[in-house]
C-alpha cells in the first residue's frame, strides 16, 4: 500500500500538468474554432494540434522541473486506456473484417521492413544488433517494440539510445508529414487511417496522426495499428533466437511465456470491451435498450477522447528537439531511407487493396 501511495505522490505533479495543458488546450480550440472563418485555418486549431503543438513549445522552451517527469511519462497509460476504452465503438464482426485483412498486410509490411532495413543498415555499416533494433521499431511499434527487443539480443545501451532517438524523429516529422500527403492525395478516412496505422511507428504518434486527419480515420487507424502491436512478441522472438543461435545473446528458455511477457496487454483490454458490448447489442436488441448501449458508446468515446487528448499533450512535452539534433548522421540516412520505402510501400499497398476493405 505505501508503495502504491509514494508511487501515486511521485506521478501527480506531471500528471496535473498534462489535465491542466489538456484542459486549457481543448478550451484554446474549441474557442478558435468558434473565431475563425477560413475553413482550412480552422483545422490547424483542432484540439490535437493544439495539445501536441502546445506540448513541444512548453517542453522544448520551458525549463521543466525534474519532478515532473514521472507525470508525464504516464502519458502511455493514458493512450493505452484510451485504446482499450475505444473497443466499445467497434462491434466483434467489424474487428474480424477489418482485423484479418489488416494482419495479413501488416504481416508484409514487418517483412519488408526488416529487409529493407537490415540491408540499408549494412550498407552504411551499422552495428548489426542497432540495424535490429531499428528495423523492429520501424516494422512493429517504434519505441515499446525497441525497449521490448533491447534486452533480449542483449542490445548495447548506445544501440538502444540511437535507436529510439530516430524513432522519435520520424514519429513527430509524420504528425505533418501524413496528414498533407492524405490531403493531396484526397485520401478517404480509411485509407488513410489504414496506412497511417500500417505505416507510423510509435502507437502514440499514430493514433495522433489518424486523430488529426479525421476522428474516422482515428477508428481505421487504432485497429490497423493494434494490428501491428499484436505481433510485436513473435518478431522480438525471432530477433532472440537468431542472436542466442549466434551466441550473441542468451537462450530463450520458455517461448510461451516470452511471447506472453512481450504481448501488449491493452490490446486484449480492446478486444474484450468490444466483445462485451457486441454480446450487449446482440442480447438486447429491443429499440429502448438500443439506444440505450449507443448512449453508453457515445459516453465512453468521449472519455477515449479525453484519454488520448492526455496522451497528445504527452507526445508534445516528450518530443525533444536537442535529442533530434544530437542523433547520429548514419542511424538517421537509414532511418531516413527506412521510413520513406516503408510509408511508400504502404501506400500502394493500401490502395492495390482498396477495393478489399470492409467499412466499420
Keep these: 500500500m505505501k508503495k502504491f501511495f509514494d508511487a501515486t505522490v511521485r506521478v501527480l505533479p506531471g500528471v496535473a500538468l498534462i489535465f491542466a495543458l489538456a484542459i486549457g488546450g481543448k478550451l484554446l480550440s474549441d474557442w478558435l474554432q468558434s473565431v475563425i472563418v477560413i475553413n482550412w485555418v480552422r483545422s490547424l486549431a483542432s484540439n490535437v494540434i ?20 514521472p507525470g508525464i511519462a504516464t502519458y502511455e497509460f493514458f493512450l493505452k486506456v484510451g485504446i482499450v476504452i475505444m473497443g466499445a465503438r467497434f462491434l466483434v464482426t467489424d474487428v474480424a473484417r477489418l482485423g484479418g ?16 532495413v537490415t540491408l540499408f543498415a549494412r550498407l552504411f555499416r551499422l552495428p548489426e544488433k542497432l540495424g535490429s533494433l531499428l528495423s523492429i521499431g520501424v516494422g512493429i511499434c517504434g519505441v515499446s517494440a525497441i525497449i521490448g527487443a533491447s534486452p533480449a539480443i542483449e542490445a548495447e545501451k548506445e544501440e ?6 530516430v524513432i522519435l524523429v520520424f514519429g513527430a516529422a509524420a504528425l505533418v508529414v501524413y496528414p498533407l500527403i492524405g490531403r493531396l492525395l484526397s485520401m478517404s478516412d480509411k485509407l488513410f487511417g489504414i496506412w497511417a496505422g500500417l505505416a507510423v511507428d510509435n ?4 493514433v495522433a496522426t489518424g486523430a488529426i486527419y479525421s476522428k474516422a480515420a482515428l477508428a481505421y487507424t487504432t485497429l490497423a495499428k493494434l494490428c501491428r502491436n499484436a505481433m510485436m512478441g513473435f ?5 532472440a533466437v537468431y542472436y542466442a543461435r549466434r551466441g550473441m545473446a542468451k537462450q530463450v528458455t520458455s517461448k510461451g511465456r516470452f511471447l ?10 480492446f478486444l474484450g470491451l468490444s466483445v462485451i458490448f457486441s454480446v450487449l447489442f446482440a442480447l438486447f436488441p429491443g429499440k429502448d435498450a438500443h439506444a440505450y448501449l449507443v448512449g453508453r458508446v457515445g459516453a465512453m468515446r468521449n472519455l477515449s ?19 533530434m539534433v544530437r542523433t547520429g548522421v548514419k542511424p538517421l540516412v537509414v532511418g531516413v531511407a527506412a521510413e520513406t520505402a516503408v510509408a511508400g510501400f504502404t501506400l500502394l499497398m ?11
Design 305 to 323: 477522447e479525453w484519454a488520448f487528448q492526455l496522451t497528445f499533450v504527452g507526445v508534445g512535452l516528450r518530443t525533444s528537439f536537442r535529442d
Design 350 to 360: 493500401v490502395f492495390a487493396a482498396a477495393g478489399f476493405l470492409p467499412s466499420l
Design 235 to 239: 518478431v522480438i522472438l525471432g530477433f
Design 260 to 269: 506472453w511477457e512481450k504481448f501488449p496487454k491493452f490490446v486484449l483490454g
Design 101 to 116: 485483412i489488416g494482419l495479413a498486410m501488416v504481416v508484409v509490411e514487418i517483412l519488408f521492413s526488416i529487409a529493407f
Design 50 to 69: 493544439i495539445a501536441i503543438v502546445g506540448g513541444m513549445i512548453i517542453g522544448n522552451l520551458v525549463p521543466l522541473p525534474k519532478v515532473l517527469a
Design 203 to 206: 502507437t502514440a504518434e499514430a
Design 160 to 165: 538502444t539510445g540511437y535507436a529510439i532517438a
